[in-house]
Nanobody, 117 residues
Framework: QVQLEESGGGLAQAGGSLRLSCVASGRIVSFGSMAWYRQVSGKERELVARIAGGGITHYDDSVKGRFSISRDKALRSVYLQMDNLQPEDTAVYFC???????????WGKGTLVTVSS
């Protein structure tokens, strides 16, 4: 059993910054990649950023240049530095860990980010 625990959400003003953290614990596995998704009530969960074990990153166009994903060496912790936050970034942010696309992903419970204008 793998648990993912997010922290760092909260309230920020437009133009401000927040840093999200996610730590994996439990049964030791080797993740192929870790990621952050976000979901607004009534909408589908969407990928924000993903980082692979080799350090290759992928960002949604809406956050490029503002958000930065990073990880620890063992790929058991992942971080999301969010700068120049905008009200449209308001969502519940979920940590994701993937071994391979052939098995179900692991998910955290989510952390709420609220950006006021």
């Amino acid at each position: 059993q793998v648990q993912l625990e997010e922290s760092g959400g909260g309230l920020a003003q437009a133009g401000g910054s927040l840093r999200l953290s996610c730590v994996a614990s439990g049964r030791i596995v080797s993740f192929g990649s870790m990621a952050w998704y976000r979901q607004v009530s009534g909408k589908e969960r969407e990928l924000v950023a993903r980082i692979a074990g080799g350090g290759i990153t992928h960002y949604d166009d809406s956050v490029k240049g503002r958000f930065s994903i990073s990880r620890d060496k063992a790929l058991r912790s992942v971080y999301l530095q969010m700068d120049n936050l905008q009200p449209e970034d308001t969502a519940v942010y979920f940590c994701n860990a993937r071994i391979t696309a052939a098995v179900p992903d692991y998910w955290g419970k989510g952390t709420l980010v609220t950006v006021s204008s």
